[in-house]
């Protein structure tokens, strides 16, 4: 089916998405690992890294690891554009794709750390600096996390409260924030559940919401 302008338009937002994805992370990943002295095969020592400033590594680690997702947008574009020559093997070739980048962030997120430990060692420096080093570049990403969380729950509200949405109206109180919220409120108050919830609570809250999600959109019939 022909695309009107708009989702068009978007869709090749999402290619762009991707396109700066792949420079963004290429860049992070260059300052990270790039040395004129080589050496980047030897993935059991990594000395390579103590030839990299601890300043290349933090700009890498972030730039990386924060613009990594949006590999997601771009094989989401390249889905669709596959989708005229079969709309299943597309949607494996993005579920694929994104698994694999998912794991790729993954992966990515811990050369800093691994980095850091190379240039400890070498220095002969105490472990509690370095404990105090991976905090400083490990937390920042739960805020990003948790502000997407605010973000997608202001939409999700918005768009059920519609009365559009394939949804009913009372699954807007299931969103995202308020259930973290909630688990939060749980474990702060010292009750018991809270205790087991709380450092579980982005994927408890999920479980809920794509639970409750499933639940009410049961009867659906298919799009032909």
């Given at each position: ?25 290429g860049v992070g990943e260059f300052s990270m690992q790039f040395t004129?002295?080589?050496g980047i095969e030897n993935m059991t020592a990594y000395l390579f ?176």
């Amino acid at each position: 089916m022909p695309l009107n302008p708009l989702e068009r338009n978007w869709l090749r937002l999402a290619g762009w998405a991707g396109l700066l994805g792949a420079l963004l992370v290429g860049v992070g990943e260059f300052s990270m690992q790039f040395t004129p002295n080589g050496g980047i095969e030897n993935m059991t020592a990594y000395l390579f890294f103590n030839d990299i400033s601890a300043a290349r590594l933090s700009f890498g680690h972030f730039i990386a690891v924060l613009s990594a997702p949006l590999y997601l947008l771009g094989y989401y574009f390249l889905s669709k554009q596959l989708e005229p020559a079969g709309r299943l093997q597309s949607k494996l070739f993005f579920l694929i794709g994104a698994y694999a980048f998912v794991i790729g962030t993954a992966w990515i997120g811990q050369r800093f750390f691994i980095a850091s430990t190379v240039h400890e060692v070498a220095n002969g420096k105490p472990l509690t600096g370095l404990l105090t080093l991976f905090s400083e570049h490990n937390e920042p990403f739960v805020n990003v996390l948790r502000l997407a969380m605010l973000l997608v729950s202001g939409l999700w509200t918005k768009l059920i409260l519609t009365g559009r949405s394939h949804f009913p109206k009372w699954m807007a109180l299931f969103s995202p924030i308020l259930l973290l919220a909630v688990m939060f409120g749980l474990y702060f108050f010292k009750t018991k559940i809270g205790l087991y919830v709380f450092p579980v609570a982005m994927n408890a809250t999920h479980f809920i919401v794509f639970g409750l999600a499933l639940l009410t959109t049961r009867t659906l019939k298919a799009a032909p």
